[in-house]
């Protein structure tokens, strides 16, 4: 059974920085290698929206609040996927979801917590 686990999320300053990781667990090398892989996040009483995204070659999308302050990457060898979360601001605060898609098919991670105190 696939299953995406999120680990780095906490409490930080104002300015401070975070690294989120996701393992895809369960998942095949030859399927996660061409997925689009990425984190969203949600907002109390707010709708979940994309943060990043990465695809097997490298192709990456951000969400314009986060450009220049958070970089996605991946390591396909090790089924991860990393958020680099610098200068971060109290609207960065919510759960961040790790995310898998390919043909169609779409996979989440349970999420973590990422807190920004101002």
């Known amino acids: 059974q696939e299953q995406l686990v999120e680990s780095g999320g906490g409490l930080v300053q104002r300015g401070g920085s975070l690294r989120l990781s996701c393992t895809a667990s369960g998942t095949l090398t030859s399927v996660f290698n061409p997925s689009i892989v990425g984190w969203y996040r949600q907002a109390p009483g707010k709708e979940r929206d994309l943060v990043a995204t990465?695809?097997?070659?490298?192709?990456?999308n951000y969400a314009d609040a986060v450009k220049g302050r958070f970089t996605i990457s991946r390591d396909n060898a090790r089924k991860r996927v990393f958020l680099q979360m610098n200068d971060l601001a109290p609207e960065d605060t919510a759960v961040y979801y790790c995310?898998?898609?390919?043909?169609?098919?779409?996979?989440w991670g349970q999420g973590t917590q990422v807190t920004v105190n101002s």
């Open positions: 995310y898998r898609s390919l043909n169609g098919r779409n996979f």
């Open positions: 990465i695809t097997g070659s490298g192709g990456t």
